[in-house]
């Protein structure tokens, strides 16, 4: 059977031969190499055109259906856990403030004792504070009491029952202390009593300060955290001049990392006191047992001691030993003046507050399948790694599409680290007091692409997109970092937590030093005064 034609406007119609018990003979192959033949000579076919594009189209549709499904995905999971950290913080605060009742008291002897203390010194809190700060809820302080009716009246040792002592120093461990903050100038007496609240001595923000904020030990503190740069000489002996200094001077119960205390112990078996973990599931209770923390070392030595405490952070003491010194304000030679008042109070600090960063995987079967979190204190990079493709990144700010970034990557930044990779970036220099997330782009392709500054209550969700031509990475404080595939999303908000440094005079003072002598920031000749003149 040979193939037919025919066709009134000139379009060429094949018509193929059917094979005979499912197949062709070789006078049926041969009419069909000749019928190819012809098809080659003449021009592309217009249906086999169009059921291309339709197929194109149909493929495009269905990319963006799945586009659309991952973005919704990625947005109630982002919800999700925006709702869920709310909800958490809401908890925790009204069992803060909520009293006890009867019933609990009636179940346990030890319980109606606490239950006893913490209402006193919940009154005492109330006639110290007066409008000018917040006291510690549970505030216990070495004095005198009686055995029968006055145990929440100030103890004196030898004064009360072994039951009242034992009870005391099972919940006086940490040393507490009251928050109070203050403006040059103003003499009002308004202030937002919820601005700072803590409980057991541990600091957390529920709203953002805008004056400087001042702390007063309400007992002394007992233990103090040292934290030192490695691979230092002269690190290593002020480290163990202090290390004697403290506990000879001060009496101070001492922790150190384990790596500090084999060199301590090492050079002299006088340091067998000093105490630090084993395991790195103790880490995470220093927050219970520490008090103060000194680091000795640079900014590198602060963001490590604010990575070891992933929920309360002690005051951190910075001392400056490295090269730029943006957050470590002390100088190392007069640390006995320093930590003797530091000691005694009040200290003005500085709340830095943190990142708290989550990966949420295409694959991920829910929004609690998370890698996380991981708090920063600098900055999340998200970039394109080894790959000679522009990053390609889709950026939410609570579920409000922002811009797709096309450069080498994207800077989400706190105002602590506006000094550091996002100032390199082209972002601005921002007062670490100042609540806010910086939203800052490496190398944009783009002219109008400018840095922003996004309010600290906004969660920000940047996703790989599925057309994007190569995965990012992510990378948190520097380390970590994290391959971020098409699909996967990171989710980034405010963590609950911020780093409280001490300031050497106040936060806006040791801010403005630290620009001007890390960076000589707008040094230059002064004008000469012997130019010319308006007549």
């Not at 982002?78 to 008291?105: Q, T, V």
């Not at 809190?125 to 009716?149: A, F, K, P």
Request: proline share 5%; charged share 25%.
């Amino acid at each position: 059977m040979a193939p037919s034609k025919s066709n009134s406007s000139g379009d060429a119609s094949v018509s193929w031969p059917q094979p005979e018990n499912g197949c062709l003979n070789s006078v049926s192959l041969l009419s069909s190499e000749k019928a190819v033949e012809e098809l080659l000579e003449q021009s592309p076919l217009q249906e086999t055109d169009d059921n291309l594009i339709e197929f194109s189209e149909a493929m495009r549709t269905v990319a963006k259906a799945l586009r659309r499904a991952a973005e919704g995905k990625a947005s109630a999971q982002a919800e999700a856990a925006e709702w869920k950290r709310k909800y958490e913080l809401e908890r925790a605060r009204n069992l803060h403030l909520e009293p006890k009742g009867p019933s609990h008291r009636e179940n346990n002897r030890d319980d109606e004792r606490i239950e006893n203390l913490a209402r006193r010194s919940n009154d005492q809190s109330e006639q110290c504070c007066g409008s000018n700060g917040i006291c510690s809820h549970e505030v216990l302080r070495d004095g005198e009491c009686d055995t029968d009716s006055k145990s929440h009246e100030v103890l004196r040792d030898g004064e009360c029952d072994t039951d009242s002592k034992s009870l005391l120093y099972k919940f006086a461990r940490k040393a507490s202390f009251k928050l109070s903050w203050c403006c040059k100038g103003d003499q009002s007496d308004q202030h937002k009593h919820d601005i700072v609240s803590f409980e057991r001595g541990n600091i957390t923000t529920a709203e953002r300060s805008s004056k400087q904020i001042s702390l007063k030990w309400e007992t002394h503190p007992r233990t103090v955290l040292i934290l030192t740069k490695p691979n230092s000489t002269s690190v290593r002996i002020l480290c163990a001049e202090m290390v004697r200094w403290l506990r000879e001077q001060k009496k101070l119960d001492i922790y150190v990392e384990p790596r500090v205390r084999v060199e301590l112990v090492t050079e002299s078996s006088y340091y067998n006191f000093v105490q630090t973990w084993k395991e790195d599931t103790e880490i995470m209770l220093l927050h219970t047992k520490v008090d103060l923390v000194v680091t000795l070392g640079g900014d590198g030595t602060v963001l490590w001691a604010a990575s070891m405490f992933k929920g309360p952070v002690p005051p951190v003491v910075p001392f400056s030993l490295g090269s730029l010194g943006f957050m470590t304000p002390f100088h190392s030679e007069q640390y006995r003046d320093y930590l003797d008042s530091l000691l005694k109070g009040p200290i003005s600090i500085t709340l830095r507050h943190r990142l708290q960063c989550h990966v949420i995987r295409e694959a991920a079967k829910n929004e609690y399948e998370t890698e996380g979190p991981i708090l920063v204190l600098n900055e999340v990079t998200i970039d394109r790694g080894i790959s000679s493709y522009l990053t390609n990144l889709e950026c939410y700010c609570d579920n409000s599409f922002v811009t797709c970034v096309q450069g080498d990557g994207l800077i989400l930044s706190t105002t602590s680290g506006s000094t550091a990779y996002s100032l390199a970036a082209g972002g601005s220099m921002v007062h670490p007091q100042v609540p806010g997330i910086l939203f800052t782009p490496i190398c944009p392709h783009s002219l109008s692409f400018r840095p922003l500054i996004l309010p600290e209550y906004v969660t920000l969700r940047v996703q790989v997109p599925f057309n994007s031509r190569s995965h990012a990475w992510a990378s948190f404080d520097g380390k970590d970092r994290k391959r971020l595939a098409a699909g996967d999303a990171l989710v980034c908000s405010m963590a609950t937590w911020p780093v409280p440094t001490a300031c050497q005079v106040d936060s806006t003072s040791d801010f403005l030093t630290s620009i001007h002598d890390g960076l000589h920031w707008n040094l230059r000749k002064t004008q000469s005064h012997d130019g010319p003149r308006d007549i």
